[in-house]
């Protein structure tokens, strides 16, 4: 290969760089759709350790999966009463798949992004299972953490805080009820998916 060959696919590869890193650009993107629909977002993102652009970018990119949904769910049927403004800030990449989703379908911009995130709803299913089984489980723990306690208040009464055998489980103890914590603000901060009304997710 010549070196002025070398050059332009040198600068070809640099070009195509550019052009992926543009598409990964933050925008800022205004839509009105459904509470739900928005607390499903910050639930998800914050479950999976995701930022809300990166779920924009999951959702969006299987085109063909959008235009059969917004097909087969004519406009009239959408619930549009109770949708609020929300800006949210995306790539441009999902900002010009939902651009050129708009030519495919005849629904609004806000219509699409709605028919996106009612896709997450086996993960909502499977988040919210998952919570249930949780907060079954902490109430076990809870009861068992209670009983440890109570041990520990008899072998204070049987050797005192002053033996060695309190310490050392006393610092198990603490131990315990600082995983305890940890485990019950887990499960506190799971309730917002119970609260979710699952059948605004169900598509027709």
Known sequence: MSE?????????????????????????ATFRIS????????????????????????????SDSLIAIARSNPRENLEKKS????????????????????SEV?????????????????????ERNQQKSRETVLSEIAQHFEHS????R??????????PLYEYYSAIIEVYRDAFDKMENLVQQGKRISKLRMEKFELE
């Open 106 to 126: 005849e629904a609004s911009r806000d219509d699409l992004v709605e028919y996106a995130i009612q896709r997450l709803l086996p993960i909502l299913l499977k």
């Open 83 to 102: 949708r609020i403004q929300k800006t949210f800030v995306i790539s441009k990449k999902s900002l010009s798949s939902l651009e050129n989703l708009l």
């Open 35 to 62: 509470p739900e629909f928005i607390e499903a977002l910050s639930i998800l993102s914050g479950r999976l350790g995701l930022k809300q652009k990166s779920l924009f970018d999951y959702l969006l990119e299987d």
């Open 154 to 163: 008899k072998i204070e009464k049987s050797v005192g805080k002053d033996d």
């Open 4 to 28: 002025s060959t070398k050059s332009r696919s040198h600068r070809s590869l640099l070009l195509k760089d550019a052009s992926e890193l543009m598409e990964q650009k933050s925008v800022r």
């Open 149 to 152: 306690i109570e041990l520990l």
